[in-house]
């Protein structure tokens, strides 16, 4: 495993691209903001926002926007700069996860009680319970299944009601580095190029049990199709020379939302409060990660801080050693019973997925890494 020069992105994530001298595609990307001609930019973005008020008149609609939200800080920043700063009348749509924290529901009311219009779609619990299992059995990842309806929910509510214009966050090739797979630029079909999602096509959990016919919200709309009818997708953060973790926190939390307050920040195995704030099953899913892949969110966190300067190299390794990878059994406990299998069973699955390239089992059964973080490992 190598580390970029700059951050700490490993060469270990999907899609990651690494220059001739070990710098990560996504410190590349932030270097190269600083040449970026932001008014043209916000001019284009402008364009794109008159462009899709034109097509609604045209068409009837109220709406000539749709965003996929949570309620977190990206989509309440996302919902708010649409309407006040593009003059847009978003349709928010909410595709609620099985399980929903109570500071998640708080924060989608909170959306919804600064004045937005939201659509909440909520796949059979059933089969998303089914889903979830199979992607922790056949995948290592809990979350896989959801990840489809989560990302296609804001596409179909855009085709049903004919509306012009989906606005995703970020861009995961410039903000994540993994350009390999997506595309480095403003256009949000390209989320179907995503490593868990790979075409986001609902055939892929179909079973004897399961016929595609109740796997409607897993299915992503034909891309073709979508651009036939005018309908336009963008990620946000590629025209928004404001948008950073902490600028988007930081304004969400004005707003109103709430953050990981009460945890303690070594059960959710990262070291900001305001990420993953609807799903406990998330915690899980990142503790997982890190043992196939050698990273969790807290090193996401700490490559962000790096890159916009709010922390040196040296201070993010501290962190990412502190946190990275940590899980709190209350939340191996609460995954265990929703895959309704004993915590045995979810160890021995775990297991399975670990990259022993990287860690072993030390004398108590404990996975354990054999790199040092920030350092490159053989």
Known sequence: MKYCKRCLQPDTRPGIIFSKDQVCFAC??????????WNKREQELHDIAEDAKRKAR?????????IGVSGGKDSTFQAVYAREKLGLHPLLVNCAPDVITRVGQHNIDNLYNLGFDIITLRPDPKIARKLARR??????NIVKASEYCLWASSYIIADKFDIPLIIQGENAALTLGAAATQEQNGDAYSVVNLNTLQGCKASDWVDEETPIEQLFLYQFP???????????AIFLQYYAK??????????????GIWGRSEEDLHDIGRYRRYTALDSDIQIVNQMIKYLKFGFGFATDEACYDIREGRLTREEAIWLVNEYDGKCGQQYIKMACDYLDVTEEEFWEVVDRYVNTDLF???????WTPKFTVGTDFE
């Open 242 to 255: 404001e948008w950073s973790q902490v600028y988007n926190a930081d304004f969400a939390i004005a707003r």
């Open 58 to 66: 045209e068409r009837g609609n109220s709406y000539d926007c749709v």
């Open 222 to 232: 034909d891309i073709e199709n979508l651009k036939k009818k005018g309908i336009q």
């Open 135 to 140: 992607g922790f059995f056949e995948y290592g």
């Open 28 to 37: 590349l990307y932030e270097e190269s903001k600083k040449l970026i001609d």
């Open 360 to 366: 072993y089992k030390n004398e108590k059964g404990k």
